[in-house]
Structure formats: C-alpha cells, structure tokens
Nanobody, 126 residues
Framework: QVQLVESGGGLVQAGGSLRLSCAAS????????MGWFRQAPGKEREFVAA????????VYADSVKGRYTISRDNAKNTVDLQMNSLKPEDTALYYC???????????????????WGQGSQVTVSS
C-alpha cells in the first residue's frame, strides 16, 4: 500500500497560479505511475494529469492542457502539479493517486489507481 499526502491547495483569483505537491511513502516511488484527479461539488471525480514512472511520459485532460504541468522527483518521492491561468471552473478537491501496476504508460482511468490521498482543496475566485 502507498500512503499519499497532498499539500499546496488554497484560494486564488482567476488567472493566478498554484502548485500542488504529493508526498508518497510505503512503496518504491519510481515503480509507481502517478496521477492527479479532481472532484468539483456535485460532480464526479475526473482525471486531470498523469506521469509515467520515469517521468518521460505525461498525459493531460483536454480541459487543463497547456495550463497545467505534472512533474515528479523520484529522489524525493514527490509528484507536483503546477497550475497556471486558473479558472473558476478549476475549483475542486484535487487528489493524488498511485498506480502500482508497473504500466509502461500513464493511464487516465480512475480504476487503474489503487491508492489515493485525502485531497487538497483548490478554490478559484472570479
């Protein structure tokens, strides 16, 4: 099992930036595909971004492409999500997730990820 702890959420005005970080423990981090998901009030949880085990492959939801950047540091066991040009519709609880399946490429389906953090709130005001 992997323990995940997110940090870095908060309140920001539209057009601003935030950086989320997720610290992992319990497994060899470099063997994990890592992803970020989010859930807005009254909506289902949705995929945001994911990164391969080595960090050479990334995938993004269309809604955040060009504005968000996912990165990882395997020496520090962390995965970050840099969010720029934030919009009110980006307001959500953001979750870090780990896929232990040793997949070659990062997946976008929630069902691939076995371990989840508790979430970090991001609120974007208009």
């Amino acid at each position: 099992q992997v323990q995940l702890v997110e940090s870095g959420g908060g309140l920001v005005q539209a057009g601003g930036s935030l950086r989320l970080s997720c610290a992992a423990s319990g497994r060899t981090f470099s063997r994990l595909v890592m992803g970020w998901f989010r859930q807005a009030p009254g909506k289902e949880r949705e995929f945001v971004a994911a990164i391969s085990r080595s960090g050479d492959r990334t995938v993004y939801a269309d809604s955040v492409k060009g504005r968000y950047t996912i990165s990882r540091d395997n020496a520090k066991n962390t995965v970050d999500l840099q969010m720029n040009s934030l919009k009110p519709e980006d307001t959500a609880l953001y979750y870090c997730a780990a896929d232990r399946g040793l997949r070659f490429s990062p997946g976008t389906s929630e069902s691939l990820y076995e371990d989840w953090g508790q979430g970090s709130q991001v609120t974007v005001s208009s």
